[in-house]
């Protein structure tokens, strides 16, 4: 079992053990209804305490988490991790690999692998992402460990893509234009009336006229928020064929997290974390002579 301490804050002096859990901790109401249960589930300053107990600033509040129960089964895979500590879990996912199970798709996920990975380990944990990459995009993905650490890292990461998109882009630029689930369409966005606010910051790097090379930046997490602010600027990604009609330069969509700034929740500590660009990304560019 997975044992925390957290420290109340002046702000949260006159709480209830009960609602800093909810409200500072992240755990669950059931979470915190198990742990009422566990003879060392709440400890406050090295005593047992009851939810309605008045919390003071400066106290040290130590949990026992229940013992998790992952709903994916496992499946032993390699999983290239670029950090890991008792919080949280970053992997390098490849493309082609879906992050999720989903009905119809019986082939293994990444999932599947990191919970293989904490069997493996013999702490069975569930599989908690804190962003998503669509099955054809590569790079960085954050899970965390825990239901405490999950609430915890909100606001707290930074992610930064490489992509190659259709057409030639110069200099930088902002998209602050609202996605919406498009017409007749299960999963495709576009931007239109109703949608939810989106963000995307862009640089070229380096191109031609048929294509660039970008970073991106984004400020809202929405899905496939690169694909389609890029595709409603007229530069659809490279390999998209849901927002494009590419199918030569690239078999996928050129897009890659390769940055992750995490501040972490526990540690204080600034994780700066990278994953190197994919070769069929490398090879694209190599192949289709893109220059600064």
Excluded at 134 to 152: E, I, M, V
Aim: hydrophobic fraction near 35%; charged fraction near 25%; charge should be neutral.
């Amino acid at each position: 079992m997975d044992k925390l301490t957290f420290t109340v804050s002046p702000d949260d002096n006159g709480l209830t053990l009960g609602t800093f859990l909810r409200k500072r901790c992240g755990l669950s109401a059931r979470v915190v209804n198990s742990l009422k249960r566990q003879p060392d589930g709440l400890i406050v300053d090295g005593d047992r305490l009851w939810t309605i107990h008045t919390l003071l600033a400066g106290q040290q509040v130590t949990v026992t988490l229940p013992t998790d129960d992952p709903v994916i089964e496992g499946v032993a895979m390699p999983l290239d991790i670029i950090y890991e500590d008792e919080h949280l879990l970053v992997i390098n996912k490849p493309p082609y690999l879906a992050v999720h199970p989903s009905a119809g798709k019986p082939e293994p996920t990444l999932a599947n692998g990191v919970v293989a990975y904490f069997e493996s380990q013999g702490i069975p944990r569930s599989f908690r992402p804190t962003n998503r990459l669509d099955r054809n995009t590569s790079g960085l993905l954050l899970a965390a460990k825990h239901q405490p650490a999950a609430f915890a890292l909100n606001g707290r990461v930074n992610k930064e893509y490489r992509a190659i998109a259709l057409g030639r882009l110069t200099g930088s630029g902002t998209i602050d234009a609202p996605l919406r689930i498009k017409d007749g369409c299960a999963i495709s966005r576009e931007v239109g009336m109703g949608g939810k606010r989106s963000i995307t910051h862009w640089e070229a790097l380096r191109g031609n006229d048929r294509f660039t090379e970008l970073r991106v930046i984004i400020e809202t997490g929405r899905t496939h928020q690169i694909r389609a602010h890029l595709a409603w600027l007229g530069h659809p990604l490279a390999g998209d064929t849901m927002y494009g009609t590419d199918d030569v330069m690239m078999p996928r969509h050129a897009l890659h997290c390769e940055r992750m700034v995490i501040h972490h929740p526990f540690t204080g500590e600034t994780l700066d974390l990278s994953a190197p660009l994919p070769e069929d990304m490398q090879s694209a560019i190599k192949k289709h002579g893109l220059t600064r």
